[in-house]
């Protein structure tokens, strides 16, 4: 299969300190370098945390290990439609009734889910909340967590400062301009009382048509993600935010997408130790707060072909007991086909529990997980002890994040740390660095407003990521229109039909240029046909794909006059590009990926490393 001859391929610049890495010996688990948590967690804070545990109830322990979604923007007072959905969903009016019914550990925000309007909501909702746990028997506050990658992953938007993602850091390079962008993500975060997030992605993507992973990696060579990652670890606990490690063993060589189905992946032991492995040893020698499971099958590792996030031989034979990590893991959402594929729900948790999992994430039905759990308790197929065990680490992280000293936030913090102007400059000046200029034969970038004043921009517009303005073609107009140029948006979706073709070469008459931005183009794509349809007109024309830089496999040699990669289309990107194209800013992007030929996938079209400037 072409994935399989495009990953021997990756693996050739940098074998050998992939391979150093992987088989580099790491202190084995309860030794203080793996250790994820901080001096304070000594004898002393653990007798502590072991006697809060030695009071609480049963429920409350097995409560604690659940991690759950909940609608609205109040703690106490949520919109009726949101009442309405915790009702149906969870049985709970509100995320306050969530905390004293279930007595659950931590809550994860979503945009989807109404909790995150705007900063100082989201700031007040965290307090809500904590306000909820404090005032349970045994007064233990909650982790809230969040999806927030940046790029195309994002749950906070705007005015929060939104920064390049996994894949543009990885053609950017750089490990301060990474654990810079963590840093100003982890503090924003925790003035907003999110105190774990759900980031770095450390998968190696290797595999072009990876439906779910692709550009939230930060590339295709396992030692330049382990950097990579290590330098966001650093980033968001140095800001006070735990920081996650996902998707453990290892998402980046999937065609099936653990949302919707559950993937296999054929590498062997070796491969897994050479491509996949590297980004997680680093985290864990980072010291990584907590680690995500994947919800993939791979026989190499487990011969059960049970999915990562149930599997013993994977989640304690191999991350504990051989890369010697002793912190947090977290499941990935239990709402995903990926592992509900092969067990119900009621046996899910019960068996990621008994496989080394320490939070439970996002259970389709919270009372059927939670009950199932308190039962394999009360019958024995889960001993006490082995919960106990997974609630110190728990606890140890919350007190490490310093919850039981102060688990609330203020409104002044908010002002003076989410989207200020510093961050937002810094987070300018690194999208710079991201972008990537693929190809100009004929030196036609930058453009200059004395000679391309008019442009079109068309193209695909994808619903945009959370929070942020969009849509791609309004966005990039706009920025051209900012710079100086006579800019027109016209969008043309990701599959133009015929009429929309014909639109958009009508609109390109009299103009000097055309920006087009393409995104995630495949052989049988009509984008290809508008941008022939484009390029037969005789007006040059840029394009820019906007999230997975393959679409260059298919432009390249078709007359288009300059091809770049934003790695995103949110709005921070997607400006960073056009002030590339307009010459107020040097392409610096380096591909992080290999692109293959469109006709010859065995055939490397842009190698990794490939990005030219001017």
């Known amino acids: 299969m072409p994935h399989r001859t495009s990953r021997r391929t990756l693996l050739t610049a940098g074998a050998a300190a992939t391979a150093a890495a992987a088989t580099g010996a790491l202190p084995l688990a309860g030794t203080a370098s793996a250790h994820p948590a901080d001096a304070s967690t000594n004898a002393s804070t653990d007798r502590r945390l072991r006697r809060i545990i030695a009071g609480m109830s049963l429920e409350e322990k097995v409560g604690q290990l659940f991690v759950m979604r909940v609608y609205g923007h109040s703690a106490t007072d949520p919109d009726q439609a949101d009442i309405d959905a915790n009702l149906k ?50 007064r233990v506050p909650l982790l809230i967590s969040t999806d927030q990658e940046h790029g195309i992953v994002c749950r906070v938007g705007e005015p929060a400062t939104l920064l390049p993602g996994a894949m543009a850091l990885g053609a950017g390079g750089s490990r301060s301009d990474t654990r810079r962008a963590a840093w100003i993500a982890g503090a924003e975060l925790a003035a907003l009382g999110i105190n774990q997030n759900y980031a770095p992605d450390a998968d190696v993507n290797v595999n072009p048509a990876n439906p779910v992973i692709g550009v939230r990696s930060f590339g295709s060579d396992p030692q ?19 920081a996650t490690a996902k998707h453990f063993p290892g998402h980046g060589d999937t065609s099936t997408d653990s949302h919707t189905g559950l993937p296999v992946i054929e590498h062997t032991r070796q491969e897994w130790e050479e491509l996949d492995a590297p980004p997680f040893r680093a985290a864990i ?71 080394g ?11 059927v997980a939670w009950n199932a759990v308190l039962e394999a308790v009360r019958g024995g197929e889960i001993s006490e002890a082995r919960v106990d065990e997974s ?21 002044r913090e908010v002002d003076r740390t989410v989207g200020i102007r510093k ?121 820019v794909a906007i999230r997975n830089p393959y679409d260059a496999a298919h432009l390249t040699g078709r007359g288009v006059a300059a091809i770049l990669a934003s790695y995103s289309w949110t709005d921070v990107e997607l400006r960073a590009a056009a002030r590339v194209i307009a010459g107020r800013a040097r392409p610096e992007g380096r591909l992080p990926v290999p692109v293959q030929r469109a006709d010859d996938p065995a055939r490397v079209l842009y190698p990794v490393g490939h990005g030219l400037s001017y």
């Open 423 to 543: 961050h937002l400059f810094d987070a300018d000046r690194i999208a710079e660095r991201t972008t990537t200029l693929l190809a100009d034969p004929g030196a036609l970038l930058p453009l200059s407003r004395r000679t391309h004043r008019r442009l079109l921009v068309v193209g695909a517009d994808p619903a945009s990521p959370s929070g942020t303005t969009g849509p791609p073609t309004t966005t990039l107009a706009g920025a051209f229109t900012e710079l100086g140029f006579a800019a027109t948006a016209l969008p043309t979706g990701t599959a133009p039909n015929q009429a929309k073709i014909a639109e958009a070469v009508a609109a390109a008459q009299g103009r000097d240029a055309v920006v087009v931005a393409t995104y995630n183009i495949t052989a049988s794509s009509t984008q290809r046909a508008l941008v022939d349809a484009l390029v037969a007109t005789g007006v040059p024309v840029v394009a």
């Open 89 to 138: 969903e969870i049985g709970v009016r509100t995320a306050a009734e969530l905390v004293s019914t279930y007595h659950v550990g931590g809550i994860i925000y979503f945009a989807w889910a109404h909790n995150t309007r705007d900063p100082h909501q989201i700031a007040a909702l965290s307090n809500g909340i904590q306000q909820a746990a404090l005032g349970e028997r045994s």
């Open 357 to 367: 999992v320490d939070q439970l994430l996002n259970p389709p039905n919270l009372s």
């Open 391 to 411: 609630l110190l680490r728990i606890l140890r992280l919350k007190n490490k994040l310093g919850l039981f000293r102060d688990p609330f936030v203020s409104g």
């Open 285 to 355: 020698r980072a010291r990584i707060d907590s680690i995500m499971t994947a919800h993939i099958v791979v026989p190499a590792l487990d011969p059960s072909e049970d999915p990562a996030t149930l599997s013993r031989p994977i989640l304690t034979g191999i991350l504990r007991e051989e890369l010697g990590y002793d912190g947090v893991v977290v499941t990935d959402s239990l709402g995903m086909e990926g592992v509900r594929t092969k067990y119900g729900d009621d046996r899910v948790p019960v068996l990621a529990l008994l496989a």
């Open 224 to 242: 330049a993600v382990a950097e990579l990652v290590a330098a966001q670890v650093k980033g968001y606990q140095g800001a006070g935010v735990a």
